[in-house]
């Protein structure tokens, strides 16, 4: 059965930091690239952070997040993480996780954690 499970989400205020995490199961997780998304009411879900697979040698941000975030993965562990530093109250939304394959042409969503910046 193919789970991911974010956690880490919470309240915080303005210039906090929180790190988010997502464990992975039920799939070959080093053979997937994973990327976090997030989402608010009414809005497309967007990109924030993707990490390339295996290794993690290549990782890309939203221009809002540059130098506020970090992605980074351990295989081992079969997790993906998301440090977010110098919150803005703008990066409020339920943040989700994802795995996408090119070579098995699949992709898995998780279930979204609340992140919400505010004083």
């Known amino acids: 059965q193919v789970q991911l499970v974010e956690s880490g989400g919470g309240l915080v205020q303005p210039g906090g930091s929180l790190r988010l995490s997502c464990a992975a199961s039920g799939f070959s997780f080093s053979i997937y690239a994973m990327s976090w998304y997030r989402q608010t009411p009414g809005k497309e879900r967007e990109l924030v952070a993707a990490i390339s697979s295996a290794g993690g040698d290549t990782t890309n941000y939203a221009d809002s997040v540059k130098g506020r975030f970090a992605i980074s993965r351990d295989n081992a562990k079969k997790s993906v993480y998301l440090q977010m530093n110098s919150l803005k109250p703008e990066d409020t939304a339920v943040y989700y996780c994802?795995?996408?394959?090119?070579?098995?042409?699949?992709?898995?969503w998780g279930q979204g954690t609340q992140v919400t910046v505010s004083s």
């Open positions: 994802k795995a996408d394959s090119s070579v098995t042409r699949r992709y898995y």
